[in-house]
């Protein structure tokens, strides 16, 4: 199948052009750094480590050529997020304060990759500490978006979406938790997987200078690590390496079964697209719907009108405060107090700030209710998964928004059918009621809408069942034709 230029092949197609050796790794890398340097408005792989990619690429056509043994993403260049760790590499989290930040190790889920086989040669973009919804800092600037330059990328994957949109890089890894891989991956056009919370280790982040002493030992609640990238198939692929313990460390690897579905006429879909708690712009709407049309076409069985359990309202304040309860449970006392000092200033301001107020002075008890909460409802979305294959919904609520560094974040706006909609909790509603749950999610692309701008559809499936919901957004892809390229121009004077 001719796919084009080889930068904007899936990672899976790479793949097997190496095995068949139609380019060596040290081609591909060379075809990255040069898509990067031709589009450096972008700004979406922020750091490189070329010199040492490109030895670790020759190692891996040479081990090839040699008939010696090889993983499953043996000579794969990929780009990993600034807020993992990277071996020998600035790991900045996007901060002037870790500028200088160099690890002696890998994040777990970048040893693991590496040890399949990838070659990382590059860190994409995000906000300082991955704390917004687009990806730009003082020390490495703003990612722009492929599709629309005065738009954002998203956040906080930003980069990580840009790069593989805009075709530099293969597969990258970023990290989510109320949308930051699927928004960026839904505003850029591109697919990205959250995967059940607790089965990708997160050990290894880069440390927050106000973290608190052995914040990293334990598990984040809600946060996950994921990977983002042109095709389905990639997901599964990363995801098999992602959950495989490294052979030197022992640990678990999580049980996550086959989809129970292989063809469209198997598949049974939920739509969600409605919800009291907020409006979806008629254009996007108009695009899922579509989307929903080519799978019946195509002989899936999708039904309308059911809310699921929680709707947005009650999964929206649940993910509120149980994400700001993590947030500032990791926090030494001093960021602590100068975290809850700035949220106080804001909560008379902003219905959310009121809420991360109160998230911040909850007693262990209180936190044990709304995690009760959240079990019962869980149990009954998994009702819900027994009649039903996937949930899909709006990855958000409109396509990617002009750039807006305004402070306070708390103030942003943007306008949607003549009405003002605060940037959060607006934008991060459909992604933030699935990762306070910790389901699997896929952001798939499913098309353009009127105005050329991707739109991008969650595709939700029970927990553990990440196969289920790749394979879903797998034959949505079929339906819809997949993975667009953006028309990229060429460098602003």
């Not at 928004?183 to 973290?211: E, N, R």
Request: net charge negative; proline share 7%; hydrophobic share 40%.
């Amino acid at each position: 199948m001719d796919t084009g230029p080889i930068e904007f092949a899936t990672a899976t197609q790479t793949l097997a052009g190496l095995r068949r050796g139609e380019f060596s790794s040290v081609e591909l890398v060379r075809a990255y750094l040069d898509r990067i340097a031709a589009h450096p408005w972008v700004n979406a792989i922020v750091t490189l480590d070329a010199d040492r990619a490109l030895a670790e690429a020759r190692l891996a056509d040479e081990m090839r050529r040699a008939g010696g043994p090889t993983g499953p993403l043996h000579g794969l260049p990929i780009t990993v997020k600034h807020d993992q760790k990277v071996r020998g590499v600035p790991s900045t989290y996007g901060s002037e304060s870790l500028r200088d930040f160099i690890p002696e190790d890998d994040a777990e889920a970048v040893a693991r990759l590496r040890s399949a086989g990838a070659i990382v040669f590059g860190r994409s973009n995000l906000p300082e500490f991955a704390a917004d919804g687009q990806a730009y800092n003082a020390l490495h600037g703003t990612t722009r978006n492929p599709w629309d330059r005065e738009r954002t990328s998203g956040g906080s994957s930003g980069g990580s979406a840009a790069a593989v949109a805009a075709g530099m890089t293969a597969l990258d890894l970023g990290s989510d938790m109320g949308g930051s891989i699927r928004i960026p991956a839904a505003w850029c056009g591109v697919h990205g997987l959250k995967p059940t919370w607790g089965v990708v280790p997160t050990q290894g982040g880069v440390p927050h200078p106000d973290d608190a002493e052995g914040a990293d030992l334990t598990v984040p609640d809600v946060a996950v690590c994921g990977p983002l990238a042109r095709g389905a198939d990639d997901l599964d692929l990363a995801l098999t390496v992602l959950t495989t313990p490294r052979d030197d460390r022992g640990g678990l690897r999580p049980y996550l079964p086959n989809a129970p579905f292989t063809a469209h006429r198997e598949l049974r879909v939920l739509a969600w697209f409605d919800d009291p708690v907020t409006a979806v712009d008629p254009a996007t709407l108009e695009v899922l719907h579509t989307a929903c049309r080519a799978l019946e076409g195509d002989g899936a069985h999708v039904r309308y009108g059911v809310l699921p359990p929680g709707g947005l309202d009650q999964l929206g304040e649940l993910f509120e405060l149980l994400f700001m309860a993590d947030v500032g449970g990791g926090t030494g006392d001093a960021g602590f107090e100068e975290l809850r000092r700035g949220i106080r200033q804001l909560r008379t301001e902003s219905p959310m700030a009121g809420l991360h107020h109160r998230a911040l002075g909850l007693t262990h008890r209180e936190w044990l209710s709304l995690h009760r909460q959240r079990l019962m409802l869980l149990q009954g979305w998994q009702e819900l998964f027994d009649e039903y294959d996937v949930v899909v919904t709006p990855t958000v609520m409109t396509t990617a928004l002009p750039h807006d560094h305004s402070e306070p974040v708390w103030a942003r706006h943007f306008e949607l059918n003549g009405e003002h909609h605060p940037w959060r909790p607006a934008l991060t509603r459909w992604c933030g009621a699935v990762g306070v749950l910790g389901l699997p999610a896929v952001s798939t692309p499913i098309g353009l809408d009127r105005h050329g701008l991707p739109v991008g559809m969650q595709v939700v499936a029970a927990g553990c069942h990440d196969r289920s919901a790749i394979a879903a957004a797998r034959l949505i892809s079929e339906s819809v034709g997949g993975f667009t390229v953006p028309p990229l121009g060429g460098t602003p004077a």
